[in-house]
Nanobody
Framework: QVQLVESGGGLVQAGGSLRLSCAAS????????MGWFRQAPGKEREFVAA????????AYADSVKGRFTISRDNAKNTVYLQMNSLKPEDTAVYYC????????????????????WGQGTQVTVSS
């Protein structure tokens, strides 16, 4: 069983920065791509960023491109999301997730392509 635990959320002013962390249990962390998603009140969960197994490939939603950076440390079983130039519209619960299929040739960006999820961490950006 894989457990994912997010941390690093909080309240920040617009223009500020936060770094989210997601610690994973288990010995297969480096075999799977990882992703970050977010869900704002009254909205559907949306893709934020994804990173391949060894970090050589990344993908971002257009809304965060140039402001957010996803990275991973396989030695620590941890994936990160560095969020800069935060905007009020970035307010949401942020979730990390592990891909379902361990496909080395494809970076998943849909929520149904991930099967393990963390409990989420709240990010609130004030204007």
């Amino acid at each position: 069983q894989v457990q994912l635990v997010e941390s690093g959320g909080g309240l920040v002013q617009a223009g500020g920065s936060l770094r989210l962390s997601c610690a994973a249990s288990g010995r297969t962390f480096s075999s799977y791509a990882m992703g970050w998603f977010r869900q704002a009140p009254g909205k559907e969960r949306e893709f934020v960023a994804a990173i391949s197994r060894i970090g050589s490939s990344t993908a971002y939603a257009d809304s965060v491109k140039g402001r957010f950076t996803i990275s991973r440390d396989n030695a620590k079983n941890t994936v990160y999301l560095q969020m800069n130039s935060l905007k009020p519209e970035d307010t949401a619960v942020y979730y990390c997730a592990r891909e379902r299929s361990a496909n080395p040739y494809y970076l998943p960006m849909r929520s149904d392509e991930y099967d393990y999820w963390g409990q989420g961490t709240q990010v609130t950006v004030s204007s």
